[in-house]
């Protein structure tokens, strides 16, 4: 059975469903790359949209009308243009991604100060305190819903709960462009009516232990003994059971650390070229460090991420004496670490560079090396920065990409 086919039970009270105690909400924009991508282009509004870039890329997001014909994020792209043929493929603008989550973020705040963002186009709201000024929880989500298609031109779906949990089903349920309020009353029959897969944290592994163990509902895991579940699945079998009977303690954190940064690139065509392979990672590493710089952060663990041609992928990491945001640290870092893999001629398709371990740049102590000059690697960096914050990203790169970028344009 899906994880999306179920419904909320039938409720045979009339009126509005009793939102009393059910602060937290779920606000989840719809199909949001695409619905942003698309302010652009209304002319395609109703029609199949994929969101991603070139062949040999992944889809960021699709309109409904194209998932409806299977294509989904992540998906590749030369697997969603076979299922949806006739969809218009739109490049991914991030720039502008970033500038709506803002805003529909300061919508939240507008709101309350409790709000944990989860992604770009997602976030728990604890909306307690607003109560008294704004009106009750249902309300206040339909003036966000309300707020948010006003200033910024999409849509957004909200649930509605006493619990993360719930909240988050809920949203999904009412996908797109609605509202769902589970009263605290309802809660049990809501959640057991499930399939085993809507449970957080239930991959497609879990779920197939689950069902082998003849449990296909949520309602079978709340009446199996905690000890057969945990004897099966460990410590994850008992947070299971809890969530079968609706139970989630978590509260709504509004600081929410990022735990890494990082960029990747996927290749128009393979490489097995070293000095290529140097080239495309000092890009990617410059990516990443300009993004732990935007969001304040250093880090002092550089991993890499080498994907093969056959989709073979493998990682590797090192951690630094000291935390950075330097380009040049973390190339320099990632680039020895590429070498010492030894590959000779390997055909590489994608690689990709992150920045762990990340602490405030404020925080983070400045290690100088002897001899280097007071305005060195770092200050360059926020010179390019500024440029780009001007001029465009890619406005001032690395003279060594130059041609690498002229020949991607041949490709």
Known sequence: MSRRQFAMPHRPAAGPPDDTGCTVLHVDMDAFYASASLLARPELRGTPVIIGGGDRGVVLSATYEARRFGVAAAMPMTRARRLCPAAVVIPPDHRLYAGISESVMNVFADVTPLVEPLSLDEAFLDVAGAVRRLGSPAAIAAQIRDTVADEQGITCSVGVASTKFVAKLASGLAKPDGLLVVPQA??????????????????????????????????DIAHTPVGTLRR????????????????????????????????????AYDIDDPVEIHRRLLQVADRTAARARSQGMQGRTVAIRVRFADFTTITRSRTLREATDVTRDIYVTARSLFDDLGLQRARLRLVGVRLEQLVPATTAPIQTMIGEPDHGWRDAD????????????????PGSLVDMRRNDRRH
């Open 186 to 219: 309802d809660v049990v029959p809501f959640v057991q009516q499930l399939p085993v897969g809507a449970l957080w944290g239930v991959g497609e592994r879990t779920e197939e232990q689950l069902i082998r163990l003849g449990l296909r509902t949520v309602a």
């Open 232 to 267: 099966a699945l460990g410590e994850t079998g008992a947070a299971l059971h809890e969530l079968a009977w609706g139970r989630d303690p978590r509260v709504v954190a509004p600081i929410r650390k990022e735990k890494s940064v990082g960029a990747d690139q996927t290749f």
């Open 382 to 397: 926020r010179a390019v920065d500024q440029a780009s914050r001007r001029f465009g990203a890619g406005a001032v790169v």
